[in-house]
């Protein structure tokens, strides 16, 4: 079966530093690879979508690439604020609806 | 404003007692689906809807129904809730079936089943 794998459950960088958050997943590539931010007791919030066929996508200081020869994504915030704090789930979709999630990284940015 | 409506948000309940979680979208999406949230294992999806009659199984659908009556509105229903249906879960919406779309997520609603 599919296993998604998100690198750490916690993360702590300096304000002003790069983060970098990684997804690996198992057997065969999704169709699409989004990313989500998830704040305390609220709903998943959609950042950014990567197809099976590009290599990278950016966001204002956001950027995912995504790897089909390593299975996996990586997920960077430049210049981080303590504002993003916040946890980062990866979601693949297979087959057009099956939808799977990692667990998160919970990302805390220090001042 | 585009949102994703469920209710309630808490809920205490007992063993047994037949209780529905409502999701209304006002975006006019085709996909609607639900999703609970446990600690260390992310989301994980119950049901999924592609449009108004069409609903079909996530990974986790024992003890759950829903249905699709209109497009705005997609109800989860625990006929028998259990201990082991204690989580929080969310109902997302998004305009495509395909996939190629973000879903946009409800603010969820936190089950405690005594």
């Known amino acids: 079966s599919q296993k998604i794998e998100q690198n750490s459950e916690a993360l702590n960088i300096q304000e002003g530093k790069t983060a970098t958050l990684t997804c690996n997943y198992t057997?065969?590539?999704?169709?699409?690879l989004q990313w989500y931010r998830q704040d305390p007791g609220r709903g998943p919030v959609f950042l950014l979508l990567?197809?099976?066929?590009?290599k990278e996508k950016r966001k204002e200081r956001l950027k995912v690439t995504f790897d089909t020869t390593l299975k996996q994504s990586l997920f960077h915030i430049t210049a981080s604020q303590p504002a993003d704090s916040a946890t980062y789930l990866c979601?693949?979709?297979?087959?057009?609806?099956?939808?799977?999630f990692g667990a998160g990284t919970r990302l805390t940015v220090k001042p | 404003e585009a949102q994703v409506t469920q209710n309630p948000r808490y809920l205490i309940t007992v063993t047994g007692k037949k209780l529905t979680v409502t999701c209304s979208q006002n975006?006019?999406?085709?996909?609607m689906s639900w999703y609970r949230q446990d600690p260390g294992l992310g989301l994980r999806q119950i049901y999924y809807?592609?449009?108004?009659?069409?609903?079909d199984k996530g990974d986790v659908p024992e003890g759950y129904k829903v249905s699709r009556k209109e497009k705005r509105n997609f109800p989860l229903i625990l006929e028998s809730p259990s201990p082991n249906q204690t989580s929080l879960y969310f109902c997302?919406?998004?305009?495509?079936?395909?996939?190629?779309?973000?879903?946009?997520f409800g603010d969820g609603t936190r089950l405690s089943i005594l």
């Open positions: 057997n065969y590539s999704p169709a699409y």
């Open positions: 979601a693949l979709l297979y087959n057009n609806n099956d939808m799977r």
């Open positions: 997302a919406s998004r305009s495509d079936v395909l996939g190629n779309q973000p879903q946009h």
């Open positions: 990567i197809r099976e066929n590009e």
């Open positions: 975006m006019n999406h085709e996909y």
């Open positions: 809807s592609m449009n108004v009659e069409v609903t």
